[in-house]
């Protein structure tokens, strides 16, 4: 694209510096002849004389010419010289340099052709060119000035992506002139702001070579989990063209809303500048994954309690047949009776935590124990002030049983690594289950007496630290009203 403008351009300017080349020969050449000629036609003292028409023309066609040389050097310091060293002179230098060194070749040209002008004189006397100068300039100056600024405090550059003043024109730096800043919309507009308005106007930059951040955000019903959502979303935004491998997209809860709830995720582009395309991008990696992982996109939604009873008990006793379903594969309740593990799971209560929530705080008091039912939970104790991790129980494992069984406080922190759901089992479905099995007693002292020994290992944990699986035994029996 670029290649035919610049042949173009330099056929164009080599056409015009002959034609002006050609000009001024003729006009050399035959200006005596014009002279005369004008002499013949204006009469014995014409103002102004045909001397002075000459030598303004003279002016205008060296004027011309001056120009195109100007520019001429310009390209071939600029251009060539600059691009060598690859350095990229600003528009606005370039201006500059064409301005001086045109204005330099003017006054030469001027004094050279009217020797007997003042021109000092002219510009400082001459209240009226002062004035219409000043009229005249007022706009171009202020542009000139401020693009000056402008290219001294450098806030922006050729590529960064701009978002300027009120009405929020948003592009790409194209050039920054003596006059205005050009940008390109992502329209392909071309809008040009005058460097005045621009001063005066706050200016949003997009660095080029800055990570610059996004956000897009979407929804999902109630009933999906944010763990679940948060994950699902960061994984697929990630391998998305365009999204910066450097700094791991943030997928956040922004609203618990009327819909559903509302989230925000946060990504970083490697260009700027194709934001649009990236942010639709997000959206329909985020419209996959949910169809993927089976979440959905909450939509205007109003709640109605319909009076399902038959319904409902339904869908429970699923719910308890899947308790029970778990808790016979924990291997202390392997020796209860399907109605046992029934009315034991009839009893228990459902909880989910977080990824990083607390599940038990070591020194509470408790009366409960837990099944972990789905996900992963770690066992913590204090160390120096800092948690160190003495085992990581996954799900069908047990915790929480020391507390329960011996009414001492919790030994230790339980934490939640991932979204987790507990079964909780309290104090009196226990004693139900003790009074049905008293071997169970006996095989719970065993693990408890074994996690009181890992525990004696760590400085600061609360764990008591006497106590065989023969003194638990019967500590047991006590604390549960059961017969020694
Ligand atoms: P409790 O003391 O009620 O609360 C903290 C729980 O962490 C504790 O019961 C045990 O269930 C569990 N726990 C403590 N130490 C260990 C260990 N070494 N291995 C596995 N679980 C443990």
Known sequence: MSRPRFTNK???????????????????SFQSAIKELLEGRMGANPSPSAGTIISVVKLFLIGIAGYLFVRALNFLFFGLAFRLKRLDAPTLIRNIFT????????????????????????F??????GVILGLALQDTLGNFFAGISLQADRPFQVGDVIVVGAERHTGVVEEISWRAIKIRTFANHVVLIANSNAAREPIEVCPRDNLNARLVFFNTLYTDSPAKTIHVVREAVREADNVSTKVSP????????????????????????????????????????????GLNFAYPTRTLFVDRQHAAAQRDGGAIGAIAERLSAVDIFAPLSVEETGMLAQA????????????IRAGDPGSSMFVVHNGRVR??????????????????????????????????????????????????AMKHVFDTNPDLVESLSFIIAERRHGLEAQADAAAPTNGSSAGLLSAIKRFFGLSQ
């Open 10 to 28: 330099v056929v164009l300017f080599l056409a015009a510096s002959a034609a002006a080349l050609l000009a001024i020969y003729l006009f050399w």
């Open 99 to 122: 301005i001086v060194a045109f204005t330099i070749l003017f006054l030469i040209a001027f004094t050279f052709l009217f020797p007997d002008v003042n021109l000092g004189a002219l």
């Open 124 to 129: 400082t006397t001459s209240a009226i060119f």
């Open 250 to 293: 943030i997928v956040r809860i922004r609203n618990l809303g009327d819909n559903g709830v509302d989230y925000e995720v946060k990504y970083w582009l490697e260009d700027y500048a194709k934001y649009n395309d990236t942010d639709a991008l997000v959206r329909q990696r985020i419209w996959y994954a949910f169809r993927r992982a």
């Open 348 to 359: 228990a209560v459902r909880h989910v935590f977080a990824p990083g929530e607390m599940v």
């Open 379 to 428: 066992v913590q104790v204090n160390e120096n002030g800092r948690p160190r991790t003495v085992a990581t129980l996954n799900e069908g494992d047990f915790f929480g049983e020391m507390a329960l069984f011996t009414g001492e406080p919790r030994t230790a922190n339980v934490v939640a690594v991932e979204e987790t759901e507990v079964l909780e089992i309290g104090h009196a």
